[in-house]
């Protein structure tokens, strides 16, 4: 390939990313449906013509910034269970890593998804139901062979309900942002989580990490 070709391929993957990147930033602030593609195109300072060229119409760029958003999941959880010296550890790292990724989302996104952009919903259920199950299975089980969880939980059973725990905190129907602290409901829950597994062991160490947290 030419270095003209070559310089026209990355012109184009530097448009596509640009363009996703500002997508991401204005479903997250105001849900899906309510951004248009004359909002994407006029916050972009292009026309929809050059936006249609690099994607096929809204469902594509919602699928593709649903797409790009549960693989950079993958790689910071990847990152946790690396550089956690414990479970109970890992489970703060993930902790802290949804309250500073989640709390410039708008909740509505996960209804938009679920109601008109079948594709795209899928794939957020598919990363929900089988890889962030088989996370938390393992990370339960982790802290059994450490001693810090008891070893009579089911692992299987209680990684499901951390994940239920965690699409909890995002409903504003139970939890609605004029009457609740998100990090406030998120630390409540996650104790409350803890509280259950816990072994008098993991519980020293759980305390250490709150403290640490709150320094």
């Excluded at 010296?85 to 209804?111: D, G, H, K, M, T």
Aim: glycine share 4%; hydrophobic share 40%.
């Amino acid at each position: 390939m030419s270095n003209k070709k070559v310089s026209i391929v990355l012109r184009a993957m530097d448009i596509r990313t640009t363009i996703l990147h500002r997508c991401k930033e204005l479903f997250f602030a105001r849900g899906i449906r309510s951004v248009t593609m004359n909002d994407i195109a006029r916050n972009l300072g292009m026309s929809k013509k050059t936006i249609y060229q690099y994607f096929k119409d809204k469902a594509e760029l919602v699928h593709q910034v649903t797409m790009n958003h549960i693989e950079g999941h993958h790689l910071e959880m990847e990152q946790f269970t690396a550089k956690a010296s414990n479970a109970i550890e890992e489970l703060f790292f993930l902790s802290q890593y949804i309250r500073n990724n989640v709390l410039s989302i708008n909740p509505i996104i996960l209804y938009d998804l679920q109601t008109y952009y079948a594709k795209a919903w899928g794939n957020y259920v598919a990363f929900k139901d089988k890889y962030m199950f088989a996370y938390f299975y393992q990370l339960l089980e982790r802290g059994k062979n450490e001693g810090h969880f008891r070893a009579q939980i089911n692992s299987k059973i209680l990684a499901k309900l951390r994940i239920e725990q965690i699409q909890l905190c995002l409903n504003p129907n139970v939890f609605p942002g004029h009457e609740y602290e998100f990090a406030e409901v998120k630390m409540q829950l996650l104790e409350h989580y803890i509280c259950g597994i816990i072994t008098s062991k993991g519980s020293e160490l759980f305390n250490e990490f709150k403290i640490k947290l709150n320094e």
